[in-house]
């Protein structure tokens, strides 16, 4: 079995222990690609962290608090982040008229919910591949990577058949804003290692692997 290939993220604030509360982010939250963002934002806001995560987790989703909750493509505010975009491709409009839709006039909008929380990995794992876990009392950055882990949970809505794998939080590396940007490369390298020696050691045991790095 190959290992899942999807990209999504969290960008969360910590509550202490391992307890955070997040946002989703369904776009790519590679290192590579948000790790460069969410430093900046950090540098510039060092000085009022708290604020900085009140004011994120008051949104559902990652491209919503980058807009301000405004949705790009009808103008409303607080409305939840735009999905189901068919572009230019075409829309089926009210009286059943395909036309083409450039500017993604049609959409929906994801609904509003409570930030993400997690105390462990074996439910926020499975939807989020990257987290980003920001401590504002001491002023670090800590990116985490779900990985495989040992067993199997039935998943919810009472579908008992229907057996997830279990994941957990792996934690790639903890950088202190005070100190160089970390080389996210390298981040999303050790985190890709991680990812995928847990999931052949429960997935493919044959592999025998002994270390990931
Ligand atoms: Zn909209």
Known sequence: ????????GAIGISKGGKHWQGIYNFEDSTPIVLGPVIWEMLQENWQSLLRWGKDLLQYTYWDEYLNEGFCPYC??????????IKGNL????????L?????AKFHSHR????????SNGVVD???????????????MLEVVRSVRDKGA????????TWMQPKYRYHSVGLYSLFNDEPDWERVQQI????SAYYWDKYNNPQSNKKSFL
């Open 1 to 8: 079995m190959l290992q899942p290939t999807n990209k999504r």
């Open 75 to 84: 103008g409303k505010f607080d409305v939840g982040s735009p999905c189901n």
């Open 191 to 194: 985190g890709q290692a991680a």
């Open 111 to 118: 609904p509003k919910s409570k930030p993400l929380k997690s």
């Open 99 to 103: 036309a083409p839709d450039p500017e």
């Open 90 to 97: 075409y829309v089926a409009l009210e009286e059943g008229v």
């Open 125 to 139: 794992g499975l939807w989020t591949e990257w987290s980003y876990i920001v401590n504002p009392k001491d002023y």
């Open 153 to 160: 949970f039935p998943a919810h809505r009472g579908l008992q």
